[in-house]
């Protein structure tokens, strides 16, 4: 399941989607359809353009603080943030992007619930310790007591997510502060919404910082192009849970 929830995406990305409109331009002798296509490419690899999209995503507010939000039964923190790393000891995880794990600790430290919850991500083509396991040792060492600290089964994706901090908190209340990306937090409080927990979002790990307009930003680049895609699949992803929860109902 794993995999349709990566290819599908993929498949309609607009990369993708530019090189089915080349080869139909191709095939049909129809070239302004190719010239369509690589405009609307362009566009989209703008700094400006993708920006502006991403901004979409995270336009959830400033960043909190955890005066911002209210004490609940548990803090959740979405996998994420680690990759794999070979040494001559073995494989280990090494950071990649610790915001989420940062703002876990955040309000732990400020006790806005009695425990947190990190969730054992672990993808079928990754290697290595799962990434739980980096984060729990790391949270002890920060002073955070073992027995605050909760780790759920394995899980694939965001909906893996909801349902196993659901399974561990049947018996431990239902109101959760879930912490995670702000591009990612429209579809993962959808998810959990969607179990039955009450959510409060405490979006970190902000992509877009202030920044002032220049030239360059108006010049085609391939990252500014991964960052389109990146909207592309937040956005599906996002709908699909929102179509889930709607046939639900």
């Known amino acids: 399941?794993?995999?349709?929830?990566?290819?599908?995406?993929?498949?309609?990305?607009?990369?993708?989607?530019?090189?089915?409109?080349?080869?139909?331009?191709?095939?049909?002798?129809?070239?302004?359809?190719?010239?369509a296509a690589l405009i609307v490419v362009l566009i989209l690899s703008t700094p400006v353009v993708s920006s502006f999209l991403f901004a979409q995503l995270e336009v959830v507010g400033s960043r909190k603080t955890p005066a911002d939000v209210q004490p609940a039964d548990a803090i959740v923190v979405l996998s994420g943030m680690t990759h794999s790393i070979r040494t001559e000891k073995g494989?280990?995880?090494?950071?990649?992007?610790?915001?989420?794990?940062?703002?876990?600790?955040?309000?732990?430290?400020?006790k806005k619930?009695?425990?947190i919850i990190f969730t054992k991500g672990k993808l079928p083509w990754k290697i290595g310790p799962p990434?739980?396991?980096?984060?729990?040792?790391?949270?002890?060492?920060?002073?955070?007591?073992?027995?605050?600290?909760?780790?759920?089964?394995e899980v694939e994706t965001t909906e893996d997510e909801s349902r196993e901090v659901k399974k561990i908190l049947q018996s431990k209340g239902n109101q959760i502060i879930l912490v995670t990306s702000a591009f990612h937090i429209r579809r993962a409080k959808i998810?959990?919404?969607?179990?039955?927990?009450?959510?409060?979002?405490?979006p970190v790990d902000f992509?877009?910082?202030?920044?002032?307009?220049?030239?360059?930003?108006?010049?085609?680049?391939?990252?500014?192009?991964?960052?389109?895609?990146?909207?592309?699949?937040?956005?599906m992803g996002t709908v699909y849970y929102a179509l889930k929860v709607f046939m639900k109902g």
């Open 1 to 35: 399941m794993i995999y349709l929830h990566k290819i599908l995406p993929a498949l309609l990305s607009p990369y993708s989607l530019f090189l089915i409109f080349i080869i139909v331009g191709l095939v049909k002798r129809k070239y302004a359809i190719i010239w």
């Open 113 to 115: 619930a009695p425990v």
């Open 131 to 153: 990434e739980s396991e980096l984060l729990q040792a790391t949270a002890i060492q920060m002073g955070v007591h073992p027995q605050q600290i909760l780790v759920t089964g």
């Open 207 to 235: 992509k877009l910082g202030e920044y002032a307009l220049t030239p360059m930003d108006f010049i085609p680049n391939p990252g500014s192009l991964a960052t389109t895609e990146k909207c592309v699949k937040e956005l």
């Open 191 to 202: 998810a959990f919404e969607n179990v039955g927990l009450e959510v409060q979002s405490y």
């Open 91 to 110: 494989i280990i995880s090494e950071w990649n992007d610790p915001d989420r794990f940062f703002g876990g600790m955040e309000l732990i430290k400020a």
